[in-house]
């Protein structure tokens, strides 16, 4: 289905302060470039598509260096960051050359890098579509293998442009 485009719009920067309004999980997307060397980008802009078969999506800017290579790779992780990972993120969200010589990594059968250290939960994708949207490329891809550590870890939280943690207060599956 395709959206026409429409001039009414509220400017970019009023947009950006509603969507900050909405807190998001971290995440770091891991790939290869054409040297094979690992390279990656901090999102939040991430969200499960569907279930079965299981695909998630994430938005990445069409400025980002690291967009070449999983359009070229057509395969990623997608690393959920954990409580400890702020660092992380602000060194992923960089232009730095050689992220991965300050956090502890492994590559995956196939070489696809995994964060080992700061990460609750991580995702191994194929590239299914990509899906360009105004400044953004939406990269929808399938799972093909994940893992999540065990429940003793909070995740990183984003939210009006600061980091934080998650404090539970009901259960999500209790009826109201
Ligand atoms: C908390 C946070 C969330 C971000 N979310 C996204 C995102 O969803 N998509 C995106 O393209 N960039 C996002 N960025 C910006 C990129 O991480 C940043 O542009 C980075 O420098 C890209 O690296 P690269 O050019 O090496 O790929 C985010 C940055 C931060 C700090």
Same mark, same amino acid.
């Given at each position: 289905?395709?959206?026409? #485009?429409?001039?009414? #719009?509220?400017?970019?920067?009023?947009?950006?302060?509603?969507?900050? !309004?909405?807190?998001?999980?971290?995440?770091?997307?891991?790939?290869?470039? @054409?040297?094979?060397?690992? *390279?990656?980008?901090?999102?939040?802009?991430?969200?499960?598509?569907?279930?079965?078969?299981?695909?998630?999506?994430?938005? *990445?800017? =069409?400025?980002?260096?690291?967009?070449?290579?999983?359009?070229? =790779? +057509? @395969?990623?992780?997608?690393?959920?960051?954990?409580?400890?990972?702020?660092?992380?993120?602000?060194?992923?969200?960089?232009?730095?050359?050689? +992220?991965?010589? !300050?956090?502890?990594?492994?590559? #995956?059968?196939?070489?696809?890098?995994?964060?080992?250290?700061?990460?609750?939960?991580? !995702?191994?994708?194929?590239?299914? %579509? !990509?899906?360009?949207?105004?400044?953004?490329?939406?990269?929808?891809?399938? *799972?093909? %293998? &994940?893992?999540?550590?065990?429940?003793?870890? @909070?995740?990183?939280?984003?939210?009006?442009? #600061?980091?934080?943690?998650?404090?539970?207060? *009901?259960? &999500? %599956? @209790? +009826?109201?």
């Amino acid at each position: 289905m395709n959206v026409t #485009r429409q001039d009414d #719009r509220i400017d970019p920067a009023t947009f950006l302060s509603i969507m900050s !309004a909405f807190p998001a999980g971290i995440a770091v997307i891991t790939t290869l470039n @054409e040297n094979a060397q690992p *390279v990656g980008l901090t999102t939040t802009a991430l969200c499960s598509v569907s279930a079965d078969p299981p695909a998630l999506l994430v938005c *990445v800017d =069409r400025a980002s260096r690291t967009l070449p290579s999983l359009l070229s =790779r +057509k @395969e990623f992780v997608v690393n959920f960051l954990r409580e400890s990972g702020s660092a992380t993120s602000i060194l992923f969200a960089s232009k730095k050359d050689d +992220k991965f010589s !300050a956090v502890r990594w492994r590559p #995956r059968p196939g070489g696809l890098p995994i964060l080992t250290e700061d990460s609750l939960a991580w !995702a191994d994708c194929s590239l299914l %579509e !990509a899906v360009p949207v105004g400044d953004h490329v939406v990269l929808i891809a399938q *799972v093909r %293998e &994940g893992d999540v550590s065990p429940p003793a870890h @909070e995740p990183l939280v984003y939210f009006q442009r #600061r980091f934080g943690t998650w404090t539970p207060l *009901v259960d &999500g %599956e @209790e +009826k109201p």
